[in-house]
């Protein structure tokens, strides 16, 4: 891929501002859970090395644009300081006052900017604001995969003004995943992809389509390709308004369906879990997981696979009783030899839950990111750096 990759640039006496996305989940004023902080120490650590002055930027949740810190403290980004100080063993100033005519950003090695969005002009991408960031550094490195989908000034405007810009190895290593497994697949390739409707990922399936050798649906998107295969799926989450694209889908690539799931009477984490097959489904059944014998035939299909892209639960994972589908298709990803990739919000929740995090070959940080690029679309942080590059 044409960009200019953080690694080959020599940042010797150099003022580095490096986007991060460290938008973390905070408790009671502190960070509940660090692994952005965490993922984006390498980054740090290698710029440490020899450039003067390190600035380290991102977003935290969504404050009012136009709006000091000050008088939205939750949003501060203070927690996250303190954190990564702890995690570096170093005291990181978080510098509230940068924008503007005298921009002292203190001759610290380490700094990092108070939150980006309460900036004004930040979420329109303005150019005024784009140059003041880009004013602060020699060279710009974005390293936010997860923020990569958004033209704002800070992951986009500011790489269109820097001197340099490029990215860094967190972004360039999603990147990479992303290419390996999509743009020169080694095949087989396989995509699972789950989770609860049709509509909501009708472009991400539309491009596996086109990508893949096989596409295994799951989760309610599994019950619209059941009904357009003309089973009765009862009671089950379903839209039949996509049955025709649902069946153009099934023309295009081979999608295999599960021949048994577990059924309910209610949407309950308690209600009577029942196995059936497809062809036996009564009218008031729920249809909440994929069942054993379509388990194991598609955990044949992933262990047969040289590429794996998986998003989205086989079921409602959640439930315990219905989580077995998702559990057993997690469990043949990791024992995959396969290079698999894995991302999105429920998927990143189940791989934590069924503790395979160490056995998926990457799992991407980026929710909305992931899903764009898996859609085919270019994300516009990225263009922007391609077109610097
Ligand atoms: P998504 O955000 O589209 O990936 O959807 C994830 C959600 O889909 C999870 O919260 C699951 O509980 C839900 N889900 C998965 N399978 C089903 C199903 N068969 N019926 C209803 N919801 C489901």
Known sequence: MT???MSELDLTNKRVLIREDLNVPLAAGEV????????????????????????????????????????????????????????????????????GGSMDIGSERLVMLENVRVNLGE?????????????????????????????????????????TACAGPLLAGELDALERSLASPERPMLAIVGGAKVSSKLEVLNNLAGIVDQ???????????LLAKGFNIGQSLCEPGL???????????????????????????DAEATVKSVAD????????????????????????????????????????????GTR???????????????????????????????SVSYISTGGGAFLEYVQGIELPAVAMLKSRG
């Not at 596409?215 to 390709?225: E, Q, R, Y």
């Not at 649902?246 to 949407?267: E, N, Q």
């Open 328 to 358: 057993r298709l997690a469990r043949a990803i990791a024992d995959s030899r396969g290079f698999s990739l894995a991302g999105g919000g429920e998927t990143i929740a189940a791989i934590d839950k069924f503790g395979i995090t160490e």
């Open 123 to 163: 979420k329109s991408n303005n150019a005024g604001l784009a140059k003041a960031y880009a004013k602060l550094c020699d060279v710009f490195v974005m390293d936010a995969f997860g923020t990569a989908h958004r033209a704002q000034a800070s992951t986009h405007g500011v790489a269109e003004f820097a001197r």
């Open 32 to 99: 509940s859970n660090d692994t952005r902080i965490r993922a984006a120490l390498p980054t740090l650590a290698r710029a440490l090395e020899t450039a003067s002055q390190v600035i380290v930027m991102s977003h935290l949740g969504r404050p009012s644009e136009g709006v000091a810190v000050a008088e939205q403290p939750e949003f501060s980004l203070a927690p996250v300081a303190r954190q990564l100080s702890q995690l570096l063993n170093r005291e990181i100033p978080l510098i509230s006052d940068y924008l």
């Open 281 to 324: 489904l009564a009218d008031d059944d729920l249809i909440l997981d994929i069942g054993p014998e379509s388990c194991e035939s598609l955990a044949v299909l992933i262990g047969e696979s040289s590429t794996l892209l998986w998003n989205g639960p086989m079921g409602v994972f959640e439930f315990d009783r219905f989580a077995g």
């Open 3 to 5: 960009f200019l990759r």
């Open 215 to 225: 596409l295994i649906v799951g989760g309610g998107i599994a019950n619209t390709f």
């Open 243 to 269: 049955v025709a694209t649902a069946t153009a889908l099934m023309a295009r690539t081979h999608i295999p369906l599960p021949t048994d799931v577990v059924v309910a009477k209610s949407f309950r984490g």
